[in-house]
């Protein structure tokens, strides 16, 4: 009988991304065992900061063979353990590696997978998800009908909170084989930015069209780091190659969640909105006063954000 | 080389979406080639330039999806696949209707766009290409083909990654990987003269249940100031210390 939760970390070079740990807490909730999967190489010493977060075990997987994420690896260990250990429910965070993972594993298991779940609710022993369709113009609530239930899952949805256990270290057999290793992951060129990444981060600020060039990303980079946040971008400035394309907020891009979004020149195109509605609070300059922007903003303001960030900035330095 | 291009026929991006008996209402909503999907047809157009080869394109749907084949047709795809299914099939069902043609074709190298703006699921591709036993890599933004070997560029979290896959594999395409072309009138007329075979999807039960749908109710208005710039950071700051106190 399939019981408990699984909740798939995602790991690179032993830091944690905070969504599975979020996941951990909000899988406590369900009432069963939570159990944590780790993945990767040297990496030991993550099941102690799993626990942490209230998980009762963590399957620890520890091989040269996962010190790169790949897909091929690791679907197929997971789906071999899901077989041996039969959880009833398997979560991922909605991050690259969840997205990319998730499905994979599905389909070995033959079960069914909800994906980009903004709201997962836990009512007479089943979980009913909540995902955003058509850019978050509408939303359907989706049961998976297999065992395991799966879902990747937001971040920045459920809060973090401390419920310190010891939990129960499983070393798991490796079930990889050469044909598996089919990505062969050639080269990580990591992002090197003293700014929080723009997925896990808790403020972000835009920018658009409106920042008219490179320098206006200067100017957004100022005002972030004042508020510690990540710097994003709409795919009009990203386009016009003022900034990186792994800054780009939207269906074509990364979803962002914080608790604050500035979008300083950007109209409000609804595939960049789809990236970031969900914000907690949502601030929008624009000099156009009918920009689609304003109409998803809790503060709006009209005006040339050349002329509003720099005194943003000037009061908040004060 | 032989190229199968998924593609899905979805809403226009712009559409306004509206519930109908509980379900999306598709009265008078205007059908496009999912946006993604566009990308990687014009992907496997460009390696066929280069390299020569034929672009066959694959997609489960309706009558109307023809009209999205046709598209792909005009934009220079060389023959059309329509495969009649469910429309309710979940990404698991929709995997496995997909397989059994594309699985037949013998192709070098799938493509399909990452995402479907419609239904956003990430799903499809990546069963599929466990389905059929082949190496994938999602979200490519920039693919090179070398003696069998696929090297996918692709933005991940905290970075870039680059991967090498060999043929055949399923590779998922972000937009901007490049610029879709615009059909010629040419491109147009011959489409209507290339082939579109018709196959009856099976009948695949699903693994999910979609046990409603709703619309968001409207956010409430937001403040809008149209005051001068020192004023109206006076005033944001202000909402943002003292009234969502966002920060300290």
């Known amino acids: ?318 | 080389m032989k190229i199968a291009v998924c593609v899905k026929q979805t809403f226009d991006t712009e559409a306004k979406i509206v519930l109908k008996d509980g379900k999306v209402s598709d009265d008078g909503v205007n059908l496009i080639i999912n946006p993604y999907d566009e990308t990687a047809v014009e992907e496997a157009l460009q390696i066929k330039e280069k390299q020569g080869g034929e672009v066959v394109v694959v997609s489960a749907g309706n009558d109307k999806t023809q009209d999205a084949i046709r598209q792909a047709l005009a934009m220079g795809a060389d023959k059309g696949i329509l495969i009649n299914a469910d429309p309710n099939a979940d990404e698991y069902a929709r995997a496995v209707i997909l397989s059994k043609v594309v699985g037949g074709l013998g192709a070098d190298l799938i493509l399909c766009g990452h995402v479907a703006a419609d239904d956003g699921s990430s799903q499809v591709p990546t069963r599929l290409a466990e389905i059929l036993n082949l190496p994938h890599v999602n979200v490519v933004n920039k693919l090179e083909l070398n003696g069998g070997v696929a090297t996918c560029t692709r933005e991940t979290d905290g970075g870039t990654e680059i991967i090498d896959v060999k043929l055949p594999a399923i590779i998922t395409c972000q937009v901007g990987m490049n610029e879709p072309r615009y059909p010629s009138m040419k491109g147009i007329m011959q489409a209507k003269k290339k082939p579109v075979d018709k196959v009856a999807g099976e009948a695949v039960a699903s693994k999910v249940t979609i046990a409603s749908y709703f619309i968001p109710p409207a956010k409430a208005a937001g403040k809008k100031i149209e005051v001068d710039a020192p004023e109206a950071a006076a005033q944001l700051v202000n909402w943002m210390k003292n009234e969502v106190r966002v920060i300290g």
Request: proline share 3%; glycine share 10%; charged share 20%.
């Open chain 1, 1 to 318: 009988m399939a019981k408990g939760t699984w909740v798939v970390i995602d790991q690179r070079d032993g830091k944690i991304r905070k969504v599975s740990l979020e996941l951990i807490c909000k899988a406590r909730e369900f009432g069963d065992e939570v159990a944590a999967v780790v993945m990767g190489s040297g990496i030991e010493g993550l099941a102690a900061e799993i626990g942490k977060y209230g998980a009762d075990k963590v399957y620890v997987v520890d091989d040269a063979k996962f010190a790169q994420y790949n897909t091929g690896a690791y679907a197929a260990q997971l789906a071999a353990m899901a077989k041996k250990y039969e959880p009833a429910t398997i979560l991922f965070g909605h991050s690259a590696m969840g997205k990319d993972l998730a499905p994979r594993t599905a389909q070995k298991l033959e079960a069914g997978l909800v994906t980009d779940c903004t709201a997962v609710e836990f009512d007479g022993g089943k979980l009913t998800f909540t995902r955003p369709i058509y850019a978050g113009k509408a939303f359907a609530k989706v049961n998976v009908d297999t065992a395991p239930v799966m879902a990747t899952i937001r971040a920045n949805i459920y809060d973090l909170t401390e419920a310190p256990k010891s939990p129960e270290v499983i070393k798991a057999d490796v079930a990889v084989s050469d044909a598996d290793m089919y990505q062969n992951v050639k080269e990580f060129i990591a992002t090197v930015s003293s700014r929080p990444e723009l997925t896990e981060a808790n403020y972000v600020v835009s920018g658009g069209r409106g920042a008219k060039g490179p320098e206006g990303f200067v100017m957004l980079g100022e005002l972030a780091d004042i508020f510690g946040a990540a710097v994003g971008a709409s795919r009009a400035a990203v386009d016009s190659g003022w900034i990186d394309n792994q800054y780009q907020v939207g269906q074509t891009g990364k979803v962002v969640n914080p608790i604050l979004y500035v979008a300083a020149g950007i109209s409000g195109a609804i595939q960049h909105v789809a990236g970031m509605s969900s914000s907690k609070n949502i601030v929008a300059i624009n000099k156009d006063p009918e920009a689609a922007i304003f109409n998803v903003s809790d503060f709006g303001i009209v005006g040339d954000m050349h002329a509003v960030i720099p005194e943003v900035i000037k009061l908040l330095k004060k």
